[in-house]
């Protein structure tokens, strides 16, 4: 039996919440073709002349914000969520079949540990077989090909390429479903029900979906299906995307507007859930927990909520274990 390992994969964060540190991770971020696929020669103009000359300073004193004394509340979470899964593995896997040891380790597609880090560590430890998990349930070529991306290039110039198993997308997985909808339950045990749910997902440009990338289907999708085990009505919930960057279209409706639509039109409180993060960050603690609130509050709304990402809740780590176990046992 080949030896396995596990790679946990997820956007990324600055190392620091400081302008340089920042300025690092967006010019990283930025420069993938994956995100921003307009001409290079006009887009480093773009980028290096204006982006990266302001935007750094404002972002991260927003990360500032969030920031804790185990840092970047992300990559925090990210390395809880490899503990628990490491034990859930190191508890049902482990005999001789299987090796001794099945290794977890976490990459960021941008920033630190990156992907050759979390690659490099599995090589270390003698992995044959390596299964990537993007903590993406919704594909986009953005995100979960940019991954694949990265891989790739990463065993370019690799002399032994081991087996890999890639877990494209789990966003109709029945497990993802179940813990959305019971994360939508606890939170309204605590804090009441509200008059609308809101289910707010990251952005993309219009065309992405228009060229064939799944996204906006899959998270529509998921949505169905979460209000289809909470019995929710028609008049109960709405679907938004959030944090548009640039000029150009992007999927429709936006976070903002709608919310801001809401509000005057007499909706007095909405509770807020992004099922496209599978860890709060600077998107949902910030961006959506913070500023559409006020955005919301300031047009005429009274209560607004956020319903805290899976992060790593117990039900979160039973779903990843459920993604790979088929992967282990094959």
């Not at 600055?14 to 696929?37: I, M």
């Not at 801001?260 to 039109?265: D, G, L, R, V």
């Not at 909520?305 to 094959?330: F, W």
Request: charge should be neutral; glycine fraction near 6%; aromatic fraction near 10%.
């Amino acid at each position: 039996m080949k030896k396995q390992g596990v790679l946990l994969c997820n956007l990324g964060t600055p190392d620091e919440p400081t302008t340089q540190s920042v300025r690092r991770y967006l010019g990283e971020f930025l420069h993938d073709k994956r995100v921003v696929s307009i001409s290079r020669w006009i887009w480093c103009l773009i980028l290096h002349g204006i982006i990266l000359r302001t935007r750094p300073q404002k972002v991260a004193k927003l990360y500032r914000q969030i920031w804790t004394k185990e840092g970047s509340p992300l990559l925090a979470i990210t390395q809880k969520q490899r503990k628990k899964l490491q034990n859930e593995i190191n508890d049902r896997f482990i005999d001789q079949r299987y090796g001794k040891h099945v290794p977890v380790e976490i990459a960021m597609a941008y920033g630190n540990p990156s992907i050759a880090d979390g690659l490099q560590a599995l090589k270390n430890q003698g992995c044959e077989r390596v299964i990537v998990l993007p903590l993406y349930p919704q594909y986009s070529s953005a995100t979960t090909a940019s991954i694949f991306d990265r891989i790739a290039k990463y065993y370019k110039n690799e002399f032994f390429v081991p087996e890999i198993s890639y877990v494209g997308d789990y966003h109709s997985h029945p497990h993802y479903i179940h813990s959305l909808a019971q994360s939508v339950r606890k939170f309204r045990e605590r804090h009441g029900e509200s008059e609308k749910l809101l289910f707010s997902y990251h952005g993309v440009p219009q065309r992405f979906s228009d060229n064939g990338d799944p996204y906006e289907k899959q998270c529509r999708n998921t949505t169905a299906l979460v209000v289809k085990e909470l019995g929710l009505s028609e008049d109960d919930y709405a679907i938004s995307f959030q944090s548009r960057f640039g000029k150009e279209e992007w999927v429709k409706p936006y976070t903002d507007e709608l919310l801001t639509e809401w509000a005057k039109e007499g909706v007095e409180s909405v509770q807020v859930i992004s099922p496209a993060f599978s860890a709060d960050c600077l998107e949902t603690l910030e961006e959506l927990a913070v500023e559409n609130r006020d955005t919301f509050l300031e047009n005429g709304g009274s209560e607004y909520q956020y319903i805290p990402a899976l992060n790593d809740d117990k039900a979160h780590i039973e779903l990843m274990l459920q993604l790979i176990e088929q992967r282990l046992l094959n």
